[in-house]
């Protein structure tokens, strides 16, 4: 079935440095949404990207979709401790509903 | 506050027992979502209702049952608890029948451990 995987499972950075994670399906989305869980929180709607080859930012975090609409990318510039949490990437499946990316659990070193 | 509303918070139970877990979407939305998040994990969805009808099922064990009820609040009930359902339950509301495009808006969850 289809299957959308996220890459990596936990990056450690310190503050201040970047962090990128990384979503691909194994087919083509029509659409790709991005959710934040901060620890011990429950996950929050970031963006939705919908056309080929679109970049959106907002504020410190810039997300792009690829221009075959399989991947996807969230870069997050000069981390701060408030950014710690959990990323999960969503696409739709053939039925509409959403398949989740496992996330990435970006951890800020002390 | 996503407006989404889920209780209990916390659920204590031992092996065997049965419990139902309540949620209330936010105002005006008619679907409901229920994933499992165990330990570090994903979420796994498990089951959609809109409107009162079962819209989509996901990885729902025959165990678990869910239903949207006429107000639109749903009730998951977890049956035959095992050691391996100890995990964190989310509601998820939208305000459309699931076309791939919703913004989901997540509840705060309930945090079910089987002793």
């Known amino acids: 079935g289809q299957q959308v995987m996220q890459i990596p499972q936990y990056q450690h950075v310190q503050e201040g440095e970047d962090f990128t994670t990384y979503c691909n399906s194994s087919?083509?989305?029509?659409?790709i949404q991005w959710y934040k869980q901060r620890p011990g929180g429950h996950p929050v709607f970031l963006i939705q990207?919908?056309?080929s080859g679109e970049v959106k930012k907002q504020k410190r975090l810039t997300f792009q979709f690829g221009e075959a609409k399989k991947n996807s990318s969230l870069h997050i510039t000069a981390t701060q401790t408030t950014d710690v949490g959990t990323y999960f990437c969503?696409?739709?499946?053939?039925?509409?509903?959403?398949?989740w990316g496992a996330g990435t659990k970006l951890i800020i070193k002390p | 506050d996503s407006g989404v509303t889920q209780t209990p918070k916390h659920l204590i139970t031992a092996t065997g027992q049965r419990v139902t877990l309540r949620c209330s979407p936010r105002?005006?939305?008619?679907?409901v979502y229920w994933y499992q998040q165990s330990l570090d994990q994903g979420l796994q969805f498990l089951i959609q209702?809109?409107?009162?009808?079962?819209?989509a099922k996901g990885n729902i064990l025959e165990r678990f049952s869910a239903q949207q009820f006429p107000d639109l609040h749903s009730e998951l009930n977890l049956s035959s608890l095992e050691l391996g359902d100890s995990a964190l339950y989310f509601c998820?509301?939208?305000?459309?029948?699931?076309?791939?495009?919703?913004?989901?808006?997540f509840g705060p969850g309930t945090r079910l451990t089987v002793l």
């Open positions: 105002s005006g939305d008619l679907s």
């Open positions: 209702y809109y409107n009162g009808e079962e819209r």
């Open positions: 998820a509301s939208s305000d459309s029948p699931g076309q791939g495009t919703d913004t989901q808006y």
């Open positions: 087919t083509t989305l029509s659409n």
């Open positions: 990207l919908v056309k």
């Open positions: 969503a696409g739709p499946e053939s039925n509409y509903q959403l398949i």
